[in-house]
């Protein structure tokens, strides 16, 4: 059935663009509209070490090559059984169609719109400087250039594609949810 089915907004860029807090601005405006929905950090869906492989993961699910596709399946088991069909999700997510295979294996039977955010270098580096501290900093903010970069160059069919560069993350919600159809005409919020 059509009603049955998994709705995902998937909230990529590179590391220090926005997406949790977008997340988090998209999650306000679903909740003051009442449409009920679950929000996961794929970031969390593996930190742990050591990393299993491929054969301690065979003995929880045969087949499973990555623990993030475990631990989605078993979250989402629980959202679904209370009764949710919205799903939003971020993460860096720089090789879509890998990424699409791993959730699509843990929830089947979604349906997944990919919302790439990008900004400008200089904004890029300005937000990481307000985030990143400590011996890891420069390394990160090497990291996300080189994943900004490499995202610039992927083909976006089918992807939402949005600037954030002088965004507020409530503008940017507004925009997605209305492109994303996730709110009917007329029922969004006042901004």
Not at 69 to 93: D, E, P
Not at 137 to 152: G, K, N, T, V, W
Request: with cysteine; aromatic share 4%.
């Amino acid at each position: 059935m059509a009603d049955d089915r998994v709705e995902i907004l998937l909230i990529t860029g590179p590391a220090g663009i926005g997406k949790s807090t977008l997340c988090w601005a998209i999650g306000d405006l679903l909740a003051a509209s009442g449409i009920p929905h679950a929000a996961i950090e794929t970031d969390e869906l593996d930190r742990v070490f050591p990393k299993p492989g491929a054969e301690d993961l065979a003995v929880l699910a045969p087949g499973a090559r990555d623990v993030s596709q475990l631990n989605l399946a078993a979250l989402w088991s629980i959202y679904r059984a209370l009764g949710h069909r919205r799903l939003l999700m971020s993460g860096v997510m720089a090789h879509a169609a890998f990424d699409k295979r791993w959730i699509l294996a843990a929830i089947p039977d979604a349906l997944i719109t990919i919302v790439r955010l990008r900004a400008a270098d200089e904004t890029l580096l300005a937000r990481l400087d307000r985030r990143e501290h400590g011996a890891g900093r420069d390394a990160q903010i090497e990291r996300s250039l080189r994943q900004s970069q490499r995202m610039r160059q992927e083909a976006g069919d089918g992807f939402i594609i949005v600037d954030t560069d002088g965004r507020a993350p409530a503008e940017l919600a507004r925009s997605i949810i209305a492109e994303s159809g996730w709110l009917e005409a007329g029922s969004a919020p006042a901004p």
